[in-house]
């Protein structure tokens, strides 16, 4: 789940920043809120789903590294 979804993700994630910022500088403030919004659901949907997924693992102590990545993930989604 974190190769699989994470790369469609970023590309949508980066789409949607794009797109937020280009509605406030054009004035339209709630509609780029309206789209963060959208882009930290999209943001926490995967996360929830690396954390559920993460212990099908070869290695053990991915599932901690999986897990914390996401968790840091979410807390960067909300700083930016």
Do not use: H, Q
């Not at 949607?16 to 919004?37: F, K, M, N």
């Not at 690396?50 to 102590?61: C, D, E, F, M, S």
């Amino acid at each position: 789940m974190w190769w699989l979804g994470g790369a469609g993700l970023a590309c949508a994630v980066v789409g949607l920043l794009l797109l937020a910022e280009a509605a406030r500088s054009s004035g339209a403030a709630t509609t780029g809120d309206l789209l963060d919004v959208l882009r930290l659901g999209l943001y926490w949907v995967w996360a929830w789903m690396v954390w559920k997924t993460a212990r099908n693992v070869r290695r053990p102590v991915w599932t901690p590294v999986a897990r914390v990545l996401a968790l840091a993930g979410v807390g960067l989604m909300f700083l930016i």
